[in-house]
Nanobody
Framework: VQLQASGGGLVQAGGSLRLSCAASGRTFSSYVMGWFRQAPGKEREFVAAITWSGGSAHYTDSVKGRFTISRDNAKNTVYLQIDSLKPEDTAVYYC???????????????????????WGQGTQVTVSS
């Protein structure tokens, strides 16, 4: 599986962006998909994830109410709508795919970085104050 993230950019605080992650392969619809981010000097952290069917999503507390993850299995694409951007959202955003969804027995398991098998190259989001 190859993942290609796009949609990042420079935006003022309070603005919005929509990130996209296009996946290759026929088994996209069976994967849990996630978004992570990494700010300079910090570890990569979980942002949001969505189940294979799109029926359930999980977010880190700092983005709840501002970020929305969704997917279109017909297009092999997962999205991250980012609203009310803050300077602290500045980071490289990575999409990831987890094929072993059976090990994610709870919604919180979707935040576990080692559970993800495939990673995109990242897209830069910069928020100016």
């Amino acid at each position: 599986v190859q993942l290609q993230a796009s949609g990042g950019g420079l935006v003022q605080a309070g603005g919005s962006l929509r990130l996209s992650c296009a996946a290759s392969g026929r088994t996209f619809s069976s994967y849990v998909m996630g978004w992570f981010r990494q700010a300079p000097g910090k570890e990569r952290e979980f942002v949001a994830a969505i189940t294979w069917s799109g029926g359930s999503a999980h977010y880190t507390d700092s983005v709840k109410g501002r970020f929305t993850i969704s997917r279109d299995n017909a297009k092999n694409t997962v999205y991250l709508q980012i609203d009310s951007l803050k300077p602290e959202d500045t980071a490289v955003y990575y999409c990831a795919a987890a094929r072993r969804r059976s090990i994610m027995t709870t919604v919180q398991d979707m935040a576990v970085r080692p559970y993800y098998d495939y990673w995109g190259q990242g897209t830069q989001v910069t928020v100016s104050s």
